[in-house]
């Protein structure tokens, strides 16, 4: 394939013009800032049946400071009320390196994270460790000796594959490629990696992906630019070969988007579109079984203060937003949570029912 992927229904204008919020959408405030962690952004999340679990980005004053940590909080009530905040992954003596973001993956055998490891800087990515929380202490811990993928950093929750590997999007070689990396079935000890691109992308090339059976769409944050539009890639045959990665028909702010399958079978898209950079997250779905193209989409936060739901107002986020960015989402019990951060000082949830998103 060599041919841009058209990741929007043709027959159908974008945006459309009675674009609406998801019907049934219930927000609820995950994290705040605080004196001693001001900086918060690249939330993830898990759900193994019963707990619901948070993560985040969390520093004293700057991004990519090397006090820089992941931390999170839980919640067994889907959202409603949370655990007090705790350590994810910690930092490091030599007070240079850091750990950021950190995508879980909560399986029959735990709930594990794939860490990513930085030197001090925003494009100083040197790899990826797995954690995993101990089942009698329910605290998180590093369970590979150092890094499984050196190089790569993880930038969404892996999804399994028809073929039974884990297949998990993200950027490699000091944040200047797309790439995927692959495990080696249920190991998550063992990855190979698989790069979209040869030439080196001038941003920041973070990389999410839909996966139907064994064929992957790749989605990649675009470069900056005035009228930037999304980058795609395919791959049919489970991650081994993607097509050529290149600009789409869909406009897509300069921000990590994030991809997925719902239990119905229509693959989503969540990301940063609106006439003002990341004030608006917007969600797509394909047809059920569809890879692409997104045929439907819904507002799912976002806007100026008189446009904001009345279920944000209501948890005290009345002043102009801005900069709602860095979806991630699981689907549970026939609700897709999204966790997203506002400002890149606050983590938010927003709970869709999957049944309004057809």
């Not at 930085?118 to 954690?131: C, Q, T, V």
């Not at 884990?166 to 000890?189: P, Y």
Request: charged share 20%; hydrophobic share 40%.
């Amino acid at each position: 394939m060599t041919n841009a992927i058209p990741l929007w229904d043709k027959a159908k204008p974008f945006p459309p013009s009675d674009t609406t919020i998801v019907p049934g959408i219930r927000y609820s405030l995950v994290h705040r800032q605080t004196p001693d962690f001001e900086f918060l952004h690249e939330p993830r999340l898990a759900h193994d049946g019963k707990t619901l679990y948070v993560n985040f980005s969390n520093a004293p004053k700057l991004e990519s400071e090397p006090a820089q940590v992941m931390r999170g909080r839980r919640s067994t009530d889907g959202g409603k009320t949370w655990s007090a905040i705790e350590v994810v992954a910690g930092g490091f003596a030599d007070g240079k390196r850091r750990h950021e973001t950190a995508p879980l993956l909560a399986r029959e055998d735990g709930v594990w994270a794939l860490v990513g490891r930085y030197d001090f800087g925003s494009k100083s990515a040197l790899g990826m460790e797995i954690w995993r929380e101990h089942p009698a202490t329910k605290q998180f811990a590093p369970v590979s000796d150092g890094m499984v993928a050196p190089d790569f950093i993880p930038f969404v929750l892996p999804q399994r594959l028809a073929n039974g590997n884990w297949i998990v999007g993200g950027h490699l070689q000091k944040v200047t490629r797309a790439a995927v990396a692959i495990s080696d079935g249920d190991d998550l000890l063992r990855w190979r990696i698989v790069p979209l691109q040869d030439d080196i992308h001038p941003g920041f090339p973070e990389t999410t992906l839909a996966v139907q059976g064994n064929d992957v769409l790749a989605v990649v944050r675009p470069e900056k630019s005035p009228n930037s539009m999304a980058l795609a890639s395919v791959s049919r045959d489970g991650g081994n070969s993607f097509s050529k990665l290149l600009p789409t028909d869909l406009p897509m702010e300069e921000s990590k988007p994030f991809a997925g399958t719902l239990s119905n079978g229509r693959s989503y898209l969540i990301w940063n579109h609106g006439k003002e950079r990341r004030n608006e997250l917007w969600i797509a779905v394909t047809k059920p079984g569809a890879l692409y193209p997104f045929e439907k989409v819904w507002r799912l936060v976002g806007g100026p203060a008189e446009a904001l739901p009345a279920g944000l107002a209501e948890i005290g986020e009345t002043a102009p937003a801005h900069n709602w960015a860095y979806p991630e989402a699981v689907e549970h019990d026939g609700t897709l949570y999204v966790v997203f951060s506002l400002n890149k000082r606050h983590c938010y949830m927003a709970a869709v029912p999957v049944a309004a998103l057809t």
